[in-house]
């Protein structure tokens, strides 16, 4: 698929009517020939707007003589300052548009949540710069242009965006020039053309009949703005055409078409209706390379007009441009003279006798350009009298006279735009703050119908929008982010009912009928700042009061926590952000309900503390017979416990006596063998060891014996 047919895709069920494209495209080719003749002059007044803009303001033949002669042409344009100083207030103070249920089927919430669907294809679209961009051709030449298309979400899904799209050159649209509406919304056609080269058609659409033809037919011959050898122009063409449609009433007041209507069900009455149908297509010359049926029952192209009025029968669109034409000329014209008077003054020529400059002409032709020591000139006399020497004749240059003509063009300049010095931040003659507001004011009057021209525009736009949306953004369920006139994001499911805090909810985009207003003005933004300067300046002459509206102070700053801020110093006596605020009356009724409320509390709380004593005494009592019977049991099973203990302790002390008695005559015999066994060993080691020690004794006393038998000798 092309890129120019994606912008159009959705496809419905069933074909297009029969036709001859033969017979299609020649009265397409007849409508654009009308459309071309009937703004020819407005384009080609509109092509020099926007050339003289651009800053090509001298006549060719006069800047060729000048440029010939060597003198200066210079351009001071300051078109674009006055046209930056109302497409500027454009882009600060933007018509916001605000939708609005008409009839019972519609409600508030659903138009709140189409108005927050249309902020979402703005943001997305980046409309504003879009609105710019076709105000400042609205400005400079008369008129500009932007489209609506639709695209889908993502390249693997079914769903479908609406996008605001800009029209870069708005000489490329023809529109019937039939409409009256000053939006265009009665047109029957329009064209959006694009001239392509052989190599790019051929990419574009390889299977064109065009694509592969070596010789153009005679249809393209003829058509010579359609083919060339070089280029081929690629139209997207509009048709509007009005259907009859036979429509029911039924009893519950819905209209459906007759075909629609389900069995058995009455219709209160039927009419033929005329509905709108617009087709799509892209075409050439030679065929239609694709078409399709757009969902929308106006033609998808917002215009932006600029001054229009009707003379002879025939509308006139101008901008700002073309009647400042003249007094920038004159700027041009004084500030280059000016240049020329100034900057050349000494090419004042010099005044000789004949004969003087004869054989030093070349230095003297030289001398207005370069700068010689010494200019040698031959004696010559008249009448027997020396003749001076060469001179220059003195000239004052009139600049005085050039400045002020200068002036003069200025001021026209000023008079031509609607805008002056106050507006453009110049100094003035006013000198209170009153009275440059009053002169900034001129200028932004002067130059209001631009602003309203666009708001016409927009109001169009959203028009379309809300048409549009219901049939794009038609598959049940699906969630759907919406944006909040402060720019909070939330999401939303459409056209299902779904649950939301324990409430059921549902925004059907199908049921009632809507429509849109538009405010001039500065944006939610700049409100909400000129807001805060506003409250400032209320606090320092009565501080007394902030507390009063110290939640709203707090709301309007740009803090990131502004909002918590705000519920934490909210005035108790409010109630929450959301709800409705009380009467005096019934809040009054209100206390004096709380105050008996907590009278009757109190009694009850009293009566309460009264019985619950009673009952906690109660409960004593039967607590304290329970636990005497208790202890009476306990006693009784005491006793009984105590007498059976003390019959078995008694058996159990005469068996354990006499366990004990034979055990201790069992270990007393045990330690009286063990006692006689120790003793035994023990004199059985004595007798030995004193028998160790008697053989010692006699051993020594034979050593002794032996050493005194040798003294002796």
């Known amino acids: 698929m092309s890129p120019l047919s994606s912008a159009y895709s959705r496809t419905y069920e069933g074909t297009l009517e029969e036709r001859d494209d033969r017979d299609f495209i020649t009265l397409a080719l007849e409508r654009f020939k009308l459309c071309a003749e009937a703004e020819s002059e407005f384009r080609k007044l509109a092509l020099e707007d926007l050339t003289f803009y651009s800053g090509d303001q001298w006549d060719d033949n006069i800047k060729n003589q000048r440029t010939r002669d060597l003198r200066p042409c210079l351009t001071i344009n300051r078109l674009p300052q006055f046209v930056h100083q109302v497409s500027n207030e454009v882009r600060q103070n933007k018509p916001a548009a605000k939708v609005s249920p008409v009839d019972d089927y519609g409600d508030a919430e659903t138009a709140e949540t189409i108005q927050g669907i249309i902020r979402h294809i703005e943001r997305q679209s980046k409309a504003d710069s879009v609105r710019s961009y076709a105000a400042f051709y609205q400005i400079v030449c008369g008129r500009g242009y932007y489209r609506i298309v639709s695209k889908y979400a993502d390249p693997l899904s079914f769903d479908q965006e609406l996008y605001i799209e800009r029209i870069q050159n708005p000489l490329t649209v023809y529109v019937d020039p039939t409409c009256q509406q000053p939006d ?42 359609w083919a060339s050898h070089d280029k081929i122009r690629v139209a997207e063409y509009f048709t509007r055409d009005i259907e009859p449609q036979q429509i029911a009433l039924l009893p519950d007041g819905s209209v459906l078409p007759v075909e629609q209507v389900p069995p058995g069900v009455p219709v209160m009455a039927t009419r033929t209706a005329e509905v709108p149908r617009v087709r799509w297509s892209v075409i050439t010359c030679y065929e239609v390379l694709s078409e399709r049926e757009w969902p929308g029952q106006w033609i998808p192209i917002i215009p932006v007009l600029g001054e229009e009025w009707s003379l002879d029968n025939k509308t006139q669109l101008t901008g700002m441009v073309r009647n400042a034409k003249d007094p920038q000329r004159m700027l041009n014209y004084w500030e280059s003279a000016k240049t020329e008077t100034i900057a050349l003054a000494p090419r004042v020529p010099f005044i000789a006798a004949e004969g003087q400059l004869e054989n030093h002409e070349k230095e003297w032709a030289q001398a207005n350009t370069k700068n010689f020591s010494v200019l040698q000139y031959k004696v010559k006399e008249v009448g027997g009298q020396l003749v001076p020497a060469p001179q220059r004749q003195s000239y004052e240059p009139p600049i005085q006279a050039i400045s002020m003509a200068q002036m003069g063009a200025i001021d026209n300049l000023k008079a031509a735009t609607g805008i002056y010095d106050a507006s453009l931040g110049n100094r003035s003659n006013e000198t209170s703050g009153i009275a440059i507001r009053q002169r900034q004011s001129e200028g932004d009057t002067a130059n209001f119908h631009y602003i309203d021209n666009l708001a016409t525009s927009i109001t169009h736009e959203t028009r379309q929008l809300i048409d549009l949306i219901p049939k794009i953004y038609d598959r049940p369920g699906r969630v759907a982010r919406i944006i909040g006139e402060d720019g909070a994001e939330q999401k939303v499911q459409l056209n299902a009912p779904y649950q939301e805090q324990g409430v059921t909810k549902m925004y059907d985009l199908n049921a009632g009928r809507y429509d849109v207003a538009i405010d001039i003005g500065p944006s939610y933004k700049t409100k909400r700042q000129e807001a805060v300067e506003s409250m400032l300046g209320f606090a320092q002459v009565a501080p007394g009061l902030v507390p009063l509206y110290a939640d709203l102070f707090a709301q309007a700053m740009d803090w990131p926590l502004a909002r918590k801020i705000a519920e934490r110093v909210r005035p ?142």
Request: aromatic share 4%; glycine share 2%.
């Open 572 to 713: 108790p006596n409010l109630p929450p952000e959301g709800e409705q605020q009380i009467p005096p009356q019934v809040m009054a009724q209100m206390q004096q309900m709380k105050q008996e409320n907590e009278q009757l509390t109190q009694a009850l709380n009293e009566a309460s503390r009264v019985i619950e004593s009673k009952q906690v005494e109660t409960q004593w009592r039967e607590r304290i017979a329970a636990a005497e019977i208790e202890s009476a049991e306990r006693i009784a099973m005491g006793r009984d416990r105590t007498t059976l203990t003390t019959k078995v302790a008694d058996i159990g002390s005469r068996d354990a006596i006499s366990a004990r008695q034979a055990r201790t005559t069992l270990a007393v015999k045990g330690v009286d063998t063990e006692s006689r066994e120790r003793i035994s060993a023990a004199e059985l080691e004595s007798k030995e060891a004193i028998a160790l020690l008697e053989a010692e004794v006699d051993s020594i006393k034979a050593r002794l014996a032996s050493l005194k038998q040798p003294q002796a000798a």
């Open 184 to 225: 265009y919304s009665d047109a029957k056609y329009a064209f959006i053309v694009n001239d392509l080269t052989r190599d790019v058609f051929k990419a574009m659409y390889p299977q064109a009949e065009a694509s592969s033809a070596e010789e153009f037919r005679s249809v393209g011959d003829a058509e010579r703005d």
